[in-house]
């Protein structure tokens, strides 16, 4: 109808219903929200109220649309509409009567229902955010301190082992330093020891700084006031220390930590980063490694002052020995050198009577007419003369052999020395043992003559004694690489694999008791030291031992 126009214009739902309930018009916002309907029971059906008052008990008036058109004045509710694909929409409906005329007028609400409903469901999200927010910013700080705490047991369990597995300063500092670089990200990390009022570098961590060491460090008064009082200081800086060389290029943070033990200041941990972060639990971490530090830094200096003075006494322990050794060879052989001087003294004596008688006896045997009693005379006096010439040269040999008179140096044949031993030791081989020389073209060696024939007497002596029955003993001499080598080897009984390395030992003998002193071969050895040359043997059961000496030409 054309004067219900006006109502075209409303962005409202409107509808006109006349008092016979007849609808009469519906405009174009009504027709877009609401489906179209025949029958007023049918659209008033998908109507319920949401809020309204109701003023009567008929069940027809339960119906928005009907309660509207049955109220003797302006109807206002709010309902909800339900359409065909089971979806609500909110609307506000109010009722206005004209005549014979009501006009219905639909408000939509649905966004502003949905906006409140919205609100309420953000505050109340925005309330359990603020609730979780706090509830994680708590568990954040108990996460943080709880890695800190774990970070600090770790680093100090670290530390522990350390000191634990080890008693080597520089290996428990450079640990320490390792351990304190990874975990403030530091460029550079070193221990410096006290001395005076300024430390020494003593280790670092990072091969490009390794030239420091050995360096001085001094810092300025007021953070050397803060050392002394065992606080760590945490600055940032553009120079490491007073005499550092040049500056950074940017500003680092510098940590200096004092390590103590009781009021003692050992020296300090130094540690550079560029990260700037703050410090809290961490300090906590550097207090324990200080105090732990410390106690390993003392342990290690007590240990190294104790292996000292057991390598102290060790070194005097040896020396001692050495002394013996040195004693009881020098009164041996002053003894020996006195028994040989009285017995070639007590030998000549009656030595020089038969000679000058055998001298007289040549004369004689020459006037005697009886040639065969001539002759057998003659064989006798030849017989006593070589007999003189024999004890001569063995009275000369053991001269030679002690010679208590050449204590120095002397350049010496050992080809010659060689035979002079062999010729004191006759009676031990004679009739039963073969030597075998193969003996090399050697130059004059300065050496110690007395001392080397004691040696060679020692060890053939041994050589001797190791055959039972008949056996050889091969000796060989050469220079090579300027080198005297003397072999000695003989085939008798040999050396246990597990008594070859205590034979230079003193005192040790394979002998039995009563028959050696075990000091032969340990003179030996100490005399072959002297000569700055070595002594070594291999030996097998039941097929001999060969010995070994080396001595430098010069």
């Not at 059906?45 to 109701?54: E, G, S, V, Y």
């Not at 105090?291 to 342990?299: D, E, R, S, T, V």
């Not at 041996?332 to 030998?347: F, P, R, T």
Request: one cysteine or more; a neutral charge; aromatic letters at 8%.
């Amino acid at each position: 109808m054309d004067k219900f126009e006006f109502f075209s214009k409303f962005n409202n739902a409107v509808i006109i219903i006349n008092d016979k309930r007849e609808v009469l018009y519906k405009n174009h916002a009504f027709k877009r929200m609401f489906a179209d309907f025949a029958i007023l029971r049918n659209f008033s059906h998908q109507l319920n109220f949401d809020i309204c008052a109701l003023d009567g008990e008929d069940v027809e008036v339960y119906s928005p649309v009907y309660q509207a058109l049955a109220s003797p004045q302006n109807f206002f509710a709010c309902v909800t509409y339900q359409n065909s694909q089971k979806e609500t929409s909110y609307f506000e409906i109010t009722s206005i009567k004209r005549n014979r005329y009501i006009v219905l007028i639909f408000n939509d609400v649905s966004a502003q229902n949905n906006l409140m409903a919205l609100e309420q469901e953000y505050k109340s999200l925005s309330n359990n955010y603020k609730k979780l927010h706090i509830e994680n910013q708590n568990f954040v700080k108990i996460k943080q301190k709880a890695q800190s705490q774990a970070i600090k047991m770790v680093m100090i369990n670290k530390m522990s082992n350390i000191i634990r597995e080890s008693i080597d300063i520089s290996k428990i500092t450079n640990a320490a330093l390792k351990e304190l670089s990874a975990m403030f990200g530091a460029f550079k990390a070193y221990y410096a020891s006290t001395v005076d009022k300024s430390f020494n570098l003593e280790e670092i961590y990072g091969k490009e700084f390794k030239s420091e060491i050995g360096s001085t460090i001094k810092f300025d008064e007021a953070t050397y006031k803060l050392i002394v009082n065992k606080q760590i200081v945490v600055s940032n800086c553009l120079k490491e220390h007073l005499n550092a060389k040049q500056n950074f290029k940017e500003s680092a943070t510098r940590i200096i930590v004092p390590i103590y033990h009781l009021n003692q200041l050992l020296g300090i941990i130094v540690l550079l980063y560029n990260q700037k972060r703050e410090l809290n639990d961490e300090l906590g971490i550097l207090e324990s490694v200080s105090a732990q530090l410390g106690n390993a830094i003392i342990q290690a200096k007590l240990y190294e002052k104790d292996l000292k003075t057991v390598a102290e006494l060790q070194l005097a322990l040896k020396e001692l020995k050495d002394t013996q050794l040195q004693l009881i060879n020098s009164e041996k052989m002053a003894s020996l050198g006195q028994l040989i001087a009285g017995v070639a003294h007590e030998i000549n004596t009656p030595l020089a009577s038969i000679s000058s008688n055998n001298g007289i006896m040549s004369k004689f045997i020459k006037k005697i007419d009886n040639k065969q009693t001539a002759e057998i005379l003659k064989e006798i006096n030849d017989i006593d003369k070589e007999a003189v010439a024999r004890i001569n040269n063995i009275v000369k040999s053991l001269k030679k052999f002690v010679r208590l008179d050449e204590a120095d140096l002397q350049e010496a044949d050992i080809n010659k020395e060689l035979d002079l031993t062999l010729d004191l030791i006759r009676h031990e081989t004679k009739n039963r043992i073969e030597i075998i020389k193969n003996y090399g073209k050697l130059p004059m060696i300065k050496c110690y003559p007395n001392m080397l024939n004691q040696v060679f007497m020692n060890i053939l002596i041994n050589a001797c004694q190791s055959i039972k029955g008949e056996g050889q003993i091969t000796i060989t001499t050469l220079f090579e690489e300027n080198n005297l080598v003397v072999k000695i080897k003989d085939t008798g009984m040999g050396i246990a694999q597990e008594r070859i390395d205590k034979i230079f030992t003193a005192g040790y003998t394979t002998k039995g008791v009563g028959v050696g002193t075990g000091l032969g071969l340990a003179i030996s050895q100490k005399i072959i030291q002297k000569h700055s040359g070595t002594i070594t043997l291999t030996s097998e059961l039941a097929t001999g031992t060969e010995f070994t000496i080396t001595i430098p030409g010069e």
